[in-house]
């Protein structure tokens, strides 16, 4: 009896630890077809590239803004150029988008969740 009490609240915990995991954690699709994971805690992410011609490369680092939402830097990985960034998860969909001039040109892409 113990033992099944146990287990029932193992599970549990290990449940309601992946419950709050932050919406933007884990492995994305990006647009050009990599591979990205994001992580982090404490309201920080960074994220890195985990296949394609960059892998390895740190590409970004956000912090929660918001319900969904994530403010921060992206880099593009082909230039090494460094944007203000923001990002949004709706569903399994992330919205990144990378600003200059303080918002006045963006260019934006939508990440899919693995």
Same mark, same amino acid.
């Given at each position: 009896?113990?033992?099944? *009490? ?8 290990? *449940?309601? $630890?992946?419950?709050?995991? &932050? ?9 050009? $077809? ?17 296949? $394609?011609? =960059? ?8 912090? !929660?803004?918001? &319900?969904?939402? =994530?403010?921060?830097?992206?880099? &593009?990985?082909?230039? &090494? ?7 949004? !998860? ?5 919205? *990144?988008? $990378?600003? !200059? ?14």
């Amino acid at each position: 009896m113990f033992r099944k *009490m146990s287990l029932a609240l193992a599970a549990t915990l290990i *449940m309601a $630890g992946a419950a709050w995991a &932050d919406p933007i954690e884990g492995d994305w699709k990006t647009q050009a $077809g990599s591979t990205a994971a994001i992580a982090g805690g404490g309201g920080a992410f960074s994220i890195t590239l985990k296949s $394609g011609k =960059y892998t390895g490369k740190r590409i970004g680092s956000f912090k !929660v803004a918001g &319900d969904n939402k =994530y403010t921060g830097t992206i880099t &593009d990985p082909d230039t &090494d150029k460094t944007y203000s960034g923001k990002a949004s !998860v709706s569903g399994a969909s992330l919205k *990144m988008s $990378g600003c !200059v001039f303080g918002g006045l040109i963006c260019n934006s892409q939508t990440w899919h969740k693995l």
